[in-house]
């Protein structure tokens, strides 16, 4: 493993550290000539005051002592016991200031001190707080911050609560206006029932289960344009516009495999494994059916030729960790061309249909991006044999309404909103339970993030954090360059291009400055009409809106700093086609960011989120990408063959990984795990070159740890964990209104019922740690679909093939977290 010169640091071994100076105004006890009294005299020659202060003083001896005692009971690691106690003076040896003492419980309180750090430090570390904290009932992942997004929610709560005359802008008053239609205080929704949802599926031709259906009226073409171009709803595939992978200068339409309901593929063609779920989304389909008016027994026979539809379109999915290689996905081709290929349906009309609303023209000429040219010549077979008889179209039409049905469920009456909880309950083995008020707010800030936001920023974000973060962000930059000179497997006009890259990504802190604009923000949602007591139809109108925002990109340059999330996400991404980190403002806060803390903190906290997007930009996809965003084979053959070597280590590192009887993908998580490792190290590579004087750095009371210590440590509990979590919501499968690019590298993943392996996939975000716990069925959904392994080997994986992390515990090579064989990129 390449190694950077590391900063000299004094380390502090217990013996020092354990002994406590009790006269703080530097008098020598050996000195002192002692005198002794009758106690009773001494007793009796005190005043009152004094009594009083010399008991309260016995008594706060007597505490000291007793916590010296027990923290010095606590076994330690190979270097002493954890005694730490002091008096806050002006020779004081440890810091003592309240947020000092606070952030120390809360570190000593996650540790499990009856483990041996090199013997497994995700134990060591975060083993204290999952003994400590039983999953709440209705949770499917529970962890150290999930406080941090309530009390994200609570803020948002405050502001959206606020009297429409503080609202600065009429876009605030909008999403006011959303929150108090979801919030539902006058009961409209429980009063419509499923009115609204009826009245929608009137106007697209009926539903055979329901009723009101002909089938001699239908055609695939017409459902198509109603369902995914005027509602903005899913189905058979998925299409988008976004950046030009070879020319990200300019937007283009985009279209990929889609159609799943459940998670996975696998999650229909696995029978033995996947058969409870398979039944709950059956019942829950059934249920559905039901509520809209059809008969039991016959709705639970048509939603069975819906799963039997859904599960031939599985057969035909590739597996995300099939998918890798950007080059290999892009295939550009016109609109005529692709008519060839996949003849189900006119594309120039279904597309000039999707157009109309921002009058731009289509044509056969027209370009398009392919992601799964196999998957359309397969689904064109598969829906040609669907289209032959009216029994079938009744099946394919079934389909097609039920991805619309699903998507709106809830927006409607609580029996809508409880059926889906079967299904929940088997995937993620939680059925969920929700205060409105967070659904709502979470709801709002999904639909008006940036109207959200701008309330949100004004409330709670700290001004001066943004420069602080632009610094960090700096010194982690510079340490991932200095690393490249290290990398003998890099050729030099590689390396130097690597440089240049790395230098060339922009970054995006805070929130964009146009949200506190009134005007500006204004226009932004100019278009939006949201009304009192209509939620049901306001998320109708905001999906309208999103899908001509969207198209209306087509005729316009491509902004590179233009933000796709709210200021308010705790979240942070890597963008490849813009070669952009951004970290919002619901991030840069503590835990994960305090400007009170020391580097040590800061450093393990957000600065490896800050160097695990850095490090995006050339894990085995970002790497395709060149300086400019533009997929573009900038790097030495030789190299690329180097390269795919070191990463095959790798693969098979986290391969040997196992949960519950579950190996780890080590392809399938390679992305992440490669921007786990590199990001770690660059991270602490930059808190080594900032690291202040050794007087600025005062031990924590309690804690026999150095600060260098200290980073490995705030980076096993507090660092992102992408477990994922099925929403309450809904959402609909990846349409134009896309705001999450297909291959940006968003830390975490609020998986969503539909989510499907097309490139471009929706995904909602969620916010663990590490230290958490989770559902076995969670655990199961997140080794099969996620790009991320999990939390407990994401910090045992890159501390493994880190030796500075050894070296700062003393491990022992082959020790199980310090093994002779590493893995190293950069």
């Keep these: 493993m390449t190694r950077y010169k590391q900063a000299e640091f004094e380390d502090e071994d217990s013996s020092s550290i354990g002994s406590v100076a009790l006269n703080s105004e530097g008098i020598s006890t050996s000195a002192t000539h002692i005198r002794y009294y009758s106690g009773t005299t001494l007793w009796r020659a005190r005043n009152t005051l004094e009594k009083c202060l010399f008991i309260i003083c016995a008594c706060l001896l007597l505490m000291v002592t007793v916590l010296s005692i027990v923290i010095s009971d606590k076994s330690s690691w190979n270097k002493g016991q954890y005694v730490h106690v002091g008096v806050h003076g002006e020779n004081a040896s440890y810091c003592l200031t309240e947020h000092c003492v606070t952030v120390a419980a809360t570190i000593i309180n996650s540790i499990d001190h009856s483990v041996k750090p090199c013997d497994d430090f995700y134990e060591y570390a975060c083993g204290g707080w999952i003994k400590k904290n039983p999953m709440p009932d209705g949770k499917s992942t529970w962890g150290i911050f999930a406080n941090m997004e309530q009390q994200n929610q609570l803020a948002i709560k405050n502001v959206l609560e606020k009297p429409f005359s503080e609202m600065k802008s009429k876009a605030e008053r909008k999403a006011k206006n959303y929150y108090m239609s979801c919030m539902d205080a006058n009961e409209t929704v429980e009063a419509l029932g499923a009115q609204p949802l009826l009245d929608l599926l009137d106007t697209i031709g009926g539903w055979n289960i329901s009723g009101n259906f002909s089938i001699e009226r239908w055609s695939l073409q017409n459902s198509m344009h109603i369902l995914q171009n005027v509602y903005n709803m899913g189905g058979l595939f998925s299409w988008a516009v976004n950046e030009d992978d070879r020319n990200s200068t300019r937007y283009i339409i985009q279209i990929d495999q889609g159609g799943l309901t459940l998670p996975t593929a696998d999650n229909y063609l696995n029978v033995t494994e996947h058969g409870k779920v398979l039944t709950a989304y059956l019942e829950y389909m059934t249920k559905i059916g039901v509520l809209l008016g059809g008969e039991e027994n016959s709705t639970r026979r048509q939603m069975q030729d ?87 179209k009744i099946i394919l039409n079934n389909y097609l309404v039920w991805q619309t049905v699903r998507s709106l469920t809830v927006f409607l009456s609580k029996p809508f909103r409880d059926a889906y909880k079967v299904l929940r309950k088997a995937l993620v083995g939680s059925e969920g339970r929700e205060e409105q008020w967070r659904y709502c707010v979470t709801d709002t800030n999904t639909q008006m993030g940036f109207a959200v936001g701008a309330m949100f920023v004004r409330e709670v974000f700290h001004g001066k954090s943004k420069p602080m973060a632009e610094q960090m962000i700096d010194e982690i930059r510079r340490a991932f360059t200095k690393n490249l000179k290290n990398l ?270 097309s490139k471009s996939r929706s995904v909602k975000l969620k916010l663990t740690v590490w230290c958490s716990a989770e559902t076995s069925e969670l655990t199961a959904l997140q080794i099969e679909k996620d790009s991320h392994c999990p939390p407990k080997y994401r910090v045992i994986g890159p501390l493994t093939n880190m030796v500075e992390f050894s070296e700062e515990f003393d491990c022992p090579i082959g020790s199980r977290m310090n093994p002779e064989e590493k893995c190293e990129v950069w």
């Excluded at 349409?735 to 999450?740: K, P, Y």
């Design 306 to 392: 819906v799963i039997a539809f859904e599960t031939r379109l599985a057969n035909i999915t590739t597996p995300q960790e099939e998918r890798r290689d950007e080059e290999k996905l892009y295939h550009l081709m016109s609109l005529s061309e692709l008519q060839r290929k996949a003849n189900f349906m006119s594309w120039v009309d279904f597309f000039q249909n999707a157009t109309r609303i921002v009058n731009k023209k289509i044509n056969s000429k027209v370009m398009i991006v392919n992601f799964a040219p196999d998957y359309f010549a397969k689904l064109t077979n598969l829906v040609q044999e669907y289209n032959k008889t009216n029994e079938k």
């Design 488 to 757: 003998q497997w890099m050729d030099a006009e590689t390396r130097k291009a690597a440089e240049e890259k790395a230098n060339a990504i922009t970054d995006m802190i805070g929130f964009p400055d146009f949200i506190l604009n009134p005007s500006d923000l204004d226009e932004r949602y100019r278009d939006l009409l949201i009304k009192p007591n209509e939620y049901f139809q306001n998320n109708i109108r905001v999906s309208k809106y999103t899908l001509k925002k969207a198209l209306e990109k087509l005729d316009q340059p491509v902004n590179k700093s233009a933000w796709i999330m709210s200021p308010s996400m705790v979240n942070a991404y890597y963008t490849p086609t813009k070669n952009q980190i951004v970290f919002p403002a619901g991030i840069l806060q503590s835990p994960f960011y305090d400007m009170q803390n020391f580097d040590s903190l800061n450093y393990g906290g957000i600065g490896v989120v800050m160097g695990h997007e850095l490090t995006h930009a050339f894990d085995d996809q970002g790497r395709e990408y060149d300086l400019h965003g533009n997929l573009n084979r900038w790097w030495n053959n030789d190299t690329i063959d180097r390269f795919n070597n070191r990463t095959e280590c790798f693969v098979e590192q986290y391969n040997t990984y196992e949960v519950q009887g579950r190996h780890v993908n080590g392809r399938q998580t390679l992305g992440e795990n490669i921007a786990d490792n590199g990001g770690l190290k660059a991270a602490y590579h930059a808190y080594l070159a900032t690291l202040k004087p050794e007087k600025d750095q005062l031990p924590f009371p309690g804690l026999n740890l150095t600060h260098r210590q200290l980073f490995f440590v705030n980076f096993a509990q507090f660092q992102l964990d992408h477990s994922k979590q099925i929403s309450n919501k809904q959402t609909n499968t990846i349409q134009a209104n896309d705001n999450s690019y297909r291959r940006k590298q968003i830390i975490t993943l609020h998986v969503v019922l539909n989510t499907n392996t």
